[in-house]
């Protein structure tokens, strides 16, 4: 598992309080000191709803923008690689591909610019 090494002490951005389901305290990450770069070995936090949309909200009063309207729909990880798998599905040459897993041999091009099968 990979660390975050704070530089100054009493920086960390989280405390974490158990670990695989059993006690364990350990300070993660760290803030800088403006408060608007924080970073962390906690991985898929930003997939909580609930902090992403108090964070941003706490970042957007700290430039001093309004709040957003009502709160979007809910962000789903499924939904993210259902809408990259169709974006690629869409760009890529699938018999191309299929000939490549099943290693046909693809046309080759001679040292004359002509293809040969």
């Known amino acids: 598992m990979g660390t975050v090494e704070a530089l100054e ?11 695989n ?11 800088a000191a403006g ?10 936090l930003f997939e ?6 108090r964070l941003v909200a706490a970042l957007r009063g ?3 923008l ?4 009502p709160a979007p729909a809910p962000w789903s990880k499924d939904a993210e690689y259902d809408r990259v798998a169709d974006a690629i599905g869409a760009s890529i040459d699938r018999g191309l591909l299929e000939r490549i897993v ?9 040292s004359h610019g002509t293809e040969e099968p």
Do not use: W, Y
């Open 9 to 19: 002490p009493g920086c960390a951005a989280f405390e974490i309080c158990a670990r």
């Open 21 to 31: 389901s059993r006690e364990q305290r350990a300070l993660d990450g760290a803030v």
């Open 35 to 44: 408060g608007a770069v924080v970073g962390t070995m906690i991985h898929g």
């Open 48 to 53: 909580n709803d609930r902090l992403r949309s």
């Open 62 to 64: 700290k430039k001093g």
């Open 66 to 69: 309004p709040e957003f309207g």
């Open 102 to 110: 099943r290693g046909e041999r693809l046309h080759e091009r001679t």
